[in-house]
């Protein structure tokens, strides 16, 4: 499987990128909030957080899938 990387490295690490990504956007949220921002900043980030963390779960199976269904064993 060393012709295709980034296949490889999303279906390892694909959930813990999916959390560290999560993590980084509500962080940098309520920092913004925190620092003299508006509390509104917070509440799009989570929110922005939890989206994007879905839609990187499903990238991550969808990566499964095609591997599993396209890659020879």
Do not use: N, R, T
């Amino acid at each position: 499987m060393s012709e295709y990387p980034m296949l490889h490295l999303l279906s390892q690490w694909g959930k813990l990128i999916a959390v560290a990504m999560a993590l980084a956007i509500a962080g940098a949220g309520i920092w913004v909030a925190a620092s003299g921002g508006s509390f509104l900043w917070a509440v799009a980030a989570v929110g922005a957080a939890a989206v994007g963390y879905g839609l990187m779960l499903s990238y991550v199976e969808l990566v499964k899938l095609i591997m599993d269904m396209l890659l020879p064993k």
